[in-house]
């Protein structure tokens, strides 16, 4: 019987299979250098930022109720009213109009940030509580929101389109710088002053225009400087139509203001009122009658007439027309200086007094004057009287100024 012998190993292997192996292994390794690579670039990327897309703001009304307000129709109609319990209506206090363009946020946020501290992209408006309106003795809130301007291109376009001739509503010398609530003549013709605050404002003013207009009278119309850039073409038809005009600051805003800030409200209305109807300036109306807080001391180191009032009929508390044209009349007298207003919210009593106000006025023997036209009959009476030059205005007996708090007749 045969031995069993082991059976021997081949050492000696096929060529093509230790190239295999040797490219297997090679594979292999490269497919986890890959691997492992891919892995550490993924993990040492930036993260991005979840993009924040803001849809484009719809062009609304600032008038919104707040918790403790709620909006109720005017008496006669219109636009709604935005007050609170007990109160009569306000307008909100808007630091600028709000557009119907997309906004990027960040370069937004950016913007402001580099801004200047006193720039109006830093400013905040205070609450309507804290801006109290005030006529003489009484204090209410401040009027309705401004309503919606048209797309500010429109605006420039406008503007940039048409050139105006220069007009200029200069005043004489003596009433440089005087606080102005009438004047004293001695004329046996009775003259009155219609004046207009608060706009240009749509529908308001353009009905204002077509009774002046009907009724033959020139009034005097005191722009705020927002309203002005809203509504630029209402404007250029105040000045077509030949009314005087007189500056209300550029926000109609009673708090306190710097010296630069003050500066500012003034010079920057006084150039868009240039820039929009070409007329130059010499009056002045502080929002309210207010006289503290700044920009009565820049328009009178200007040299502005401080045009106030005498006969102030509270026409933006009235709930009747027969109540409004009553309180008017009683005040009424030759020389006088009569507070309306056609812009600051609803106006529609205002409106519909107007043409019986004109009509009564006239039966009375009145003529109506602009506030220019007054304060030169007054230089002329003054001339043909030997006045000399430049009254001293804390003797003078035929304007009553109030100057530093004093009143004198």
Known sequence: MAKNTPIKPNLRENPHSIVSRSLNFITWVAASFCFVMGVGWSLHQPTQPALNVTPAIPQVSPLKPTQDQKISSSPLGGEPWLHSEGQHPVKVAAKSQSFSAPIDVAKTAEEKKSAPKNSPENKTTPPPSQHPHIHGEDVIPLLEALPEPPPMDEVVSQVASEESPTITFSIPAQFESQIIKEVKLAQPEKVIALTFDDGPWPQNTVQILDILKRHNVKATFFWVGECLKAYPQLAKQVVAEGHAIGNHTWHHLYRKFSKTEAAKEIEDTAELIYKTTGVRTSLFRPPGG???NGVTDYAKQKKYAIVMWSDDPMDYRAVSVQQLVKHILAQARSGGIVLLHDGGGNRQITIQALP????????????????????????????????????????????LIENEGNTTR
Not at 361 to 387: H, I, M, S, W
Request: net charge negative; glycine share 4%.
């Open 356 to 399: 019986q106000l004109i009509a009564k006025l006239k039966e009375q023997g009145y003529n109506f004057v602009t506030v220019p036209e007054l304060l030169e009959l007054k230089d002329r009476e003054r001339l043909q009287e030997g006045a000399v030059e430049t009254p001293d205005p804390m003797f003078d007996p035929w304007t």
């Open 290 to 292: 207010v006289m503290d």
